[in-house]
T-cell receptor, first 115, second 115 residues
Framework: AQSVTQLDSQVPVFEEAPVELRCNYSSSVSVYLFWYVQYPNQGLQLLLKYLSGSTLVKGINGFEAEFNKSQTSFHLRKPSVHISDTAEYFCAVSSNAGNNRKLIWGLGTSLAVNP | NAGVMQNPRHLVRRRGQEARLRCSPMKGHSHVYWYRQLPEEGLKFMVYLQKENIIDESGMPKERFSAEFPKEGPSILRIQQVVRGDSAAYFC?????????????FGQGTRLTVV
């Protein structure tokens, strides 16, 4: 079984400041890791994913994340945020075995970018 | 290639009525996942289906909820005798037959309100 913990439920930050949204996971099997963004009353948009290979993953909108297997973490970072980055961010994990790619989700981190 | 299409986008039902949520996967995709996003509770996996088969229903409530993915047509999530607690956003995601390393793609969701 897998579980995901997003350590911060809310992160306020000023525009152009760096931000890190933290995600830890627990799993008895090898996993794929994902970050999704959800704008108010919208669907889920994939920011980035770790499947294999390089542990530093670059995604859309200037976001990146680093997979740390020893610390079972997959923290999301952006060096300089914009007002438009204000949204809910979800970390998720799925098993990489077989065809079942069901996602186990964290509770989300609400990023509020202030001018 | 159209994305994952969910309809309706918004659905209002009175307590005791039935709700039918539809999901048309991306062309060539034969795996469908349903998730529910309850207020303050985050996203939860409900069910994973392939054409004409339910593969994993470990997240489905035992009563009133059912899902199908027929050979032809969209996947349907059916909720009988809805209650206020069913009010949530329901998201569908699809992935191709050869899952490999690819992730699932999400629809915009159906927001169900039970009054």
């Amino acid at each position: 079984a897998q579980s995901v913990t997003q350590l911060d439920s809310q992160v306020p930050v000023f525009e152009e400041a760096p931000v890190e949204l933290r995600c830890n996971y627990s799993s008895s099997v090898s996993v794929y890791l994902f970050w999704y963004v959800q704008y108010p009353n919208q669907g889920l948009q994939l920011l980035l994913k770790y499947l294999s290979g390089s542990t530093l993953v670059k995604g859309i909108n200037g976001f990146e994340a680093e997979f740390n297997k020893s610390q079972t973490s997959f923290h999301l970072r952006k060096p300089s945020v914009h007002i438009s980055d204000t949204a809910e961010y979800f970390c998720a994990v799925s098993s990489n075995a077989g065809n079942n790619r069901k996602l186990i989700w964290g509770l989300g981190t609400s990023l509020a970018v202030n001018p | 290639n159209a994305g994952v299409m969910q309809n309706p986008r918004h659905l209002v039902r009175r307590r005791g009525q039935e709700a039918r949520l539809r999901c048309s996967p991306m062309k060539g995709h034969s795996h469908v996942y349903w998730y529910r996003q309850l207020p303050e509770e985050g996203l939860k996996f409900m069910v994973y289906l392939q054409k004409e088969n339910i593969i994993d229903e470990s997240g489905m409530p035992k009563e009133r909820f059912s899902a199908e993915f027929p050979k032809e047509g969209p996947s349907i999530l059916r909720i009988q005798q809805v209650v206020r607690g069913d009010s949530a956003a329901y998201f569908c995601a699809s992935s191709p037959i050869n899952t490999g390393n690819t992730e699932a793609f999400f629809g915009q969701g159906t927001r169900l309100t039970v009054v």
